[in-house]
């Protein structure tokens, strides 16, 4: 896949024990909303934490294209002054989105109901990724659409005068379809209702909340959630803190399990139910995982995560606990290949829509290092055991592929290369530096 600037490869290589506490940045999801509401609050919203990692960093700009105040002070707090819900203003250049899924697809939303056109641009990843799941619902409300066959980037909306609001039965369980349906009907009169089958992060619907948006949630006879939101709101300022990332934490968490000897504390973990399926399945696994210090944070449960190394034997993650590790199974692939048995993971159809088709390169990094695996069209069934290691990982743009192959050279035989860590910054640009402060082994190709 085209990349733009230089690739850096890097080595991770069999470590001694891991110790040590570590504390993962700001999530990133709530990281793109605090500043998409923000935008939409009059007055400011402060956001402590943000997580300040290029995939965030584009939604900072594209806020800022779109008419909004953000201003970062010296002491690392982030300043949002917005322009009210409806108040967004048309933005004079295209809006590069970089890696971004989450933050592209959430604008759209956002600037889907405005009667003005927007472009969105991003990186090659991007440009490939499905982006028909968004543009439906906001079609249906009255939004025109100009974009490649496939519905890729790059495209153009332009949001109607009068949009209509509409209820939508999410055909894909994507927090980010669901988001954007709720994000466009923030500026629609009327209500605008979301089914959801199945439950996805729910960081939207608290923060709506939280900003003063009236929606309600009620579980229908079928199970499903159904989230109903009154249009034009008056959006209050917050202060936000935002909780760390479970999602980067995962890779500290998977280390401290597979490397002997290991004793980690990863600080400051969001707990939300809805991001808490890896830890769940590790504790299955037989992994010695506490969960200590827990309290309150900006409205989310969180808590000091730790670990000591373990053991792990093979279990079967269900379908059904996907929405809440859907980013979080390369690493699980990862710990699955130093347990003993076999660990299968189903209903993983949309790991073939992320920032790679994570399926395939999960299960060509585990063929290049010896690990005995089986890919089905949406499961993967991983072999502990064996030598491990001593292959090139090739990341296609994925920084969770990227730092999951990190992670696996740090427990195995042989020494595992990944051809590219640049990718890395869009989400976790402290990883290097943290995980070599734990012990790990991780030196640039070449060097090892
Ligand atoms: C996200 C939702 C998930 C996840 C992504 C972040 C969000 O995507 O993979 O990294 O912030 O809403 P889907 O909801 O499309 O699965």
Same mark, same amino acid.
């Given at each position: 896949?085209?990349?733009?600037?230089?690739?850096?490869?890097?080595? *991770?290589?069999?470590?001694?024990?891991?110790?040590?506490?570590?504390?993962?940045?700001?999530?990133?999801?709530?990281?793109?909303?605090?500043?998409?509401?923000?935008?939409?609050?009059?007055?400011?919203?402060?956001?402590?934490?943000?997580?300040?990692?290029?995939?965030?960093?584009?939604?900072?700009?594209?806020?800022?294209?779109?008419?909004?105040?953000?201003?970062?002070?010296?002491?690392?707090?982030?300043?949002?002054?917005?322009?009210?819900?409806?108040?967004?203003?048309?933005?004079?250049?295209?809006?590069?989105?970089?890696?971004?899924?989450?933050?592209?697809?959430?604008?759209?939303?956002?600037?889907?109901?405005?009667?003005?056109?927007?472009?969105?641009?991003?990186?090659?990843?991007?440009?490939?990724?499905?982006?028909?799941?968004?543009?439906?619902?906001?079609?249906?409300?009255?939004?025109?659409?100009?974009?490649?066959?496939?519905?890729?980037?790059?495209?153009?909306?332009?949001?109607?005068?009068?949009?209509?609001?509409?209820?939508?039965?999410?055909?894909?369980?994507?927090?980010?379809?669901?988001?954007?349906?709720?994000?466009?009907?923030?500026?629609?009169?009327?209500?605008?209702?979301?089914?959801?089958?199945?439950?996805?992060?729910?960081?939207?619907?608290?923060?709506?909340?939280?900003?003063?948006?009236?929606?309600?949630?009620?579980?229908?006879?079928?199970?499903?959630?159904?989230?109903?939101?009154?249009?034009?709101?008056?959006?209050?300022?917050?202060?936000?803190?935002?909780?760390?990332?479970?999602?980067? *934490?995962?890779?500290?968490?998977?280390?401290?399990?597979?490397?002997?000897?290991?004793?980690?504390?990863?600080?400051?973990?969001?707990?939300?139910?809805?991001?808490?399926?890896?830890?769940?399945?590790?504790?299955?696994?037989?992994?010695?995982?506490?969960?200590?210090?827990?309290?309150?944070?900006?409205?989310?449960?969180?808590?000091?995560?730790?670990?000591?190394?373990?053991?792990?034997?093979?279990?079967?993650?269900?379908?059904?606990?996907?929405?809440?590790?859907?980013?979080?199974?390369?690493?699980?692939?990862?710990?699955?290949?130093?347990?003993?048995?076999?660990?299968?993971?189903?209903?993983?159809?949309?790991?073939?829509?992320?920032?790679?088709?994570?399926?395939?390169?999960?299960?060509?990094?585990?063929? *290049?290092?010896?690990?005995?695996?089986?890919?089905?069209?949406?499961?993967?069934?991983?072999?502990?055991?064996?030598?491990?290691?001593?292959?090139?990982?090739?990341?296609?743009?994925?920084?969770?592929?990227?730092?999951?192959?990190?992670?696996?050279?740090?427990?195995?035989?042989?020494?595992?290369?990944?051809?590219?860590?640049?990718?890395?910054?869009?989400?976790?640009?402290?990883?290097?530096?943290?995980?070599?402060?734990?012990?790990?082994?991780?030196?640039?190709?070449?060097?090892?």
């Amino acid at each position: 896949m085209a990349h733009s600037g230089p690739m850096k490869p890097m080595t *991770a290589a069999r470590s001694g024990a891991l110790a040590g506490r570590a504390r993962v940045p700001g999530d990133k999801s709530i990281s793109h909303r605090s500043l998409m509401f923000g935008a939409l609050s009059i007055g400011e919203t402060t956001i402590d934490g943000l997580l300040e990692a290029d995939d965030v960093l584009n939604t900072a700009g594209a806020m800022r294209a779109l008419g909004a105040d953000v201003v970062r002070d010296a002491g690392g707090r982030w300043h949002v002054r917005g322009l009210g819900v409806g108040g967004l203003i048309e933005p004079s250049n295209v809006l590069d989105f970089g890696n971004a899924g989450t933050g592209s697809r959430l604008c759209m939303g956002l600037v889907g109901t405005h009667p003005f056109a927007t472009t969105f641009v991003g990186d090659a990843s991007l440009h490939k990724r499905p982006m028909g799941r968004v543009l439906a619902p906001l079609r249906e409300m009255g939004a025109e659409v100009l974009a490649r066959s496939g519905d890729r980037l790059p495209l153009t909306i332009r949001g109607p005068k009068s949009p209509t609001p509409i209820s939508y039965r999410l055909p894909v369980a994507s927090a980010q379809v669901k988001s954007c349906v709720l994000l466009a009907g923030l500026n629609v009169a009327g209500v605008t209702t979301v089914i959801e089958p199945v439950a996805t992060r729910d960081h939207t619907e608290k923060m709506l909340a939280g900003f003063g948006a009236e929606l309600s949630i009620e579980t229908a006879s079928d199970g499903a959630r159904v989230i109903r939101l009154q249009g034009r709101p008056e959006f209050r300022p917050q202060a936000i803190t935002v909780p760390g990332d479970p999602s980067s *934490a995962a890779f500290p968490i998977a280390a401290g399990l597979i490397v002997p000897g290991s004793d980690v504390v990863v600080e400051n973990v969001m707990l939300n139910p809805t991001r808490t399926g890896l830890l769940d399945t590790l504790v299955e696994m037989g992994a010695d995982l506490a969960i200590v210090n827990r309290r309150l944070s900006g409205g989310e449960e969180i808590g000091d995560v730790h670990v000591r190394h373990s053991v792990l034997k093979g279990v079967t993650v269900p379908a059904e606990r996907a929405p809440s590790m859907i980013d979080e199974y390369p690493v699980l692939a990862v710990a699955a290949a130093f347990a003993e048995g076999t660990t299968t993971m189903l209903g993983l159809d949309e790991l073939r829509v992320k920032e790679s088709d994570r399926l395939s390169a999960v299960a060509a990094g585990l063929a *290049a290092n010896g690990v005995v695996h089986e890919e089905g069209h949406d499961w993967l069934k991983v072999t502990g055991g064996g030598r491990i290691g001593g292959g090139t990982v090739a990341t296609h743009m994925d920084h969770r592929i990227a730092m999951a192959f990190l992670v696996m050279g740090l427990a195995s035989g042989e020494p595992v290369s990944v051809d590219d860590v640049t990718m890395i910054n869009t989400s976790f640009p402290e990883f290097h530096g943290l995980m070599t402060a734990l012990g790990a082994a991780i030196v640039p190709a070449g060097d090892a």
